[in-house]
C-alpha cells in the first residue's frame, strides 16, 4: 500500500514518460523499467496524439493507469519558428489496491488536477470524495466506513522542517560562505529524499557554476552531513504524507550567490 500512496502523484509533478515528446513513430506499446516498477505506453486515437501510461510493480500487479495528451509548442523565437510535441497530463488518472479494487480516481487537465477526486476504502466504499479547478481544491467530504461523514485532514502533507527556517538559512550560509567569494559559483540546487522518518535518505546537489566542480559538490554534501539536530531527540523533518501515510518525498534548498553574498531559499519561506 505504501508503494501505491508513493505513486499517486508522482506524475503531478514530473512526466516520467517523455517518450512520446520525441516521436511518434510507433504505435506498439512501449514498455519502460524503472526501479522496482514498469510502465507500459499505449497510443490512442487516429492521431496517436493521446496515450496511456500503465504502472506495474515488479511482479506485473497493476498500480495506476494516466491518460496524457501530445499538444503543439512553439518557439516563437526560433527562424522559421519550431513546433515540438509536449505531453501533458490529460483525462482520468486510476490507481488500484494490491487487489485490484480501486483506490483512486482522478481528473487532470494541463498537468494539474481538475474535476472531482475520490478516493475509495479497501470494501469499495467512498472514504474521500473532492473537486478541483485547475488545481485548486474547492470542496471535500471524507466519510467513515460506516458512511458518516468526519473531518477531513489534508490529502498530502509535503515534509516539514522541524526547527526554524531561519536557523537552517544561517547555518548552510555560514558552512557555505567561502563558495560566495567564487566568482564562477551560481546557483546551487540541493535536493534532500526525505525518508519516512523524517531523515535525509539522499542528497543531489546540482551547480549551475561554470564549472560545477567536485569541491563545490563535497562541500555541500559535508554541510548537509553535518548538519545539526535542532530538536533534541527528534528527526529534523516531519515526513510527507499521503492520505495520513508517510511517504519518501523530496524537499529542495535554492542557494543564489548575489554581489559576494549566498542567499538561500527554502521551500514555502
Same mark, same amino acid.
Given at each position: ?8 502523484? #508522482? ?10 515528446? %520525441? ?63 509536449? @505531453? ?28 472531482? #477526486? ?39 502533507? @509535503? ?6 527556517? %531561519?536557523?537552517?538559512?544561517?547555518? #548552510? ?18 535536493? #534532500? ?17 561554470? &564549472? ?19 530538536? &533534541?531527540?527528534?528527526? %529534523? ?33
Amino acid at each position: 500500500m505504501k508503494t501505491c500512496l508513493l505513486l499517486i502523484f #508522482l506524475s503531478v509533478f514530473t512526466n516520467k514518460s517523455l517518450k512520446a515528446q %520525441n516521436s511518434l513513430a510507433s504505435s506498439i506499446p512501449a514498455i519502460t523499467q524503472h526501479d522496482g516498477y514498469f510502465e507500459k505506453l499505449t497510443y490512442l486515437g487516429a492521431n496517436q496524439d493521446y496515450y496511456t501510461v500503465s504502472t506495474f510493480l515488479t511482479d506485473s500487479t497493476l498500480y495506476r493507469v494516466d491518460t496524457y495528451r501530445l499538444i503543439d509548442r512553439v518557439n516563437p523565437y526560433t527562424s522559421p519558428a519550431t513546433i515540438t510535441k509536449v @505531453a501533458t497530463h490529460q483525462g482520468q488518472t486510476k490507481i488500484f489496491y494490491p487487489t485490484g479494487q480501486v483506490y483512486l480516481t482522478c481528473e487532470y487537465s494541463h498537468n494539474v488536477l481538475h474535476g472531482p #477526486l475520490v478516493i475509495y476504502y479497501a470494501d469499495g466504499s467512498i472514504k474521500r470524495r473532492e473537486r478541483y479547478k485547475s488545481g485548486d481544491l474547492l470542496t471535500s467530504q471524507c466519510y467513515t466506513l460506516q458512511g458518516d461523514l468526519q473531518t477531513c485532514d489534508l490529502l498530502y502533507r @509535503a515534509p516539514q522542517f522541524m526547527g526554524k527556517p %531561519n536557523q537552517l538559512k544561517r547555518y #548552510l550560509t555560514q558552512r557555505l560562505q567561502a563558495l560566495a567569494q567564487r566568482e564562477q559559483v551560481r546557483d546551487i540546487t540541493i535536493t #534532500l529524499t526525505i525518508n519516512e522518518l523524517g531523515q535525509i535518505a539522499k542528497t543531489d546537489v546540482k551547480s549551475y557554476s561554470n &564549472p560545477a566542480n567536485s569541491e563545490l559538490i563535497s562541500s555541500v554534501l559535508e554541510a548537509v552531513q553535518a548538519m545539526p539536530r535542532w530538536k &533534541p531527540n527528534h528527526f %529534523n523533518w516531519q515526513p510527507a504524507t499521503m492520505d495520513g501515510v508517510a511517504i519518501e518525498e523530496a524537499w529542495t534548498i535554492d542557494i543564489r550567490r548575489k554581489q559576494g553574498f549566498l542567499y538561500v531559499y527554502l521551500p514555502h519561506s
